[in-house]
């Protein structure tokens, strides 16, 4: 685990799933469960690899992988349906929210710049009661260009009227921390709530 100085950052960028929470596992679980209804297996890292990507871009590429997705629309639609099922059992990484807190005691911007669903976002936020913390979700309803595209984090920063060099994303996914650095924002790549290394934009 790396420290890292937060201090020239005046807004933070936090990706969601695996990130700011441990909901990997329970998404996981949802779309293990979507195969088995489709007859096949999926491999979990399957999913960890587009940790940070929409739902519905992982079905399309299950659908390149030879995998019988039926309608890719209700597909996601039931994946959604059993994920948010247990939503309310999906905890906080300590260590990141720690770093949201800090940051907000001194004034900083947070937003939250994830694939999931807008829905997906507030019903954690609320869950948690840490609402008020955040002060803007760019969410996969609100872009038309995911991540790895840089479009979400590029929005974070028009929402948050900063420049790049003043922002630090946060993230766990490939796909995330590609988007930061096509954004040229500094990146933590953190790893279950460890801090593996910082990306210089």
Known sequence: MINVDFSPYQGFIFDLDGTLIDSMPF???AWQQVAKEHDY???PQ???DRGGCSSYNIVLDLQKH???V???KDFVARKVELY???INQVPLFKKVFNVLTEAKERGAK???GTGTQRINVVDILQIHQISHLVDFIISADDVTEHKPHPQTYLKAMELMQLPPEQCIVIEDGMPGIQAASAAHIDCLVVDNDQ???LNKA
Do not use: L, M, P, T
Request: some cysteine.
């Open 195 to 197: 801090f593996i290394k």
């Open 27 to 29: 998404h996981v679980k």
């Open 46 to 48: 399957f999913i960890y």
């Open 70 to 72: 039926g309608s890719v």
């Open 110 to 112: 947070i937003a939250i």
């Open 66 to 68: 030879g995998c019988n």
């Open 41 to 43: 297996v999926i491999d």
């Open 84 to 86: 948010r099922s247990n």
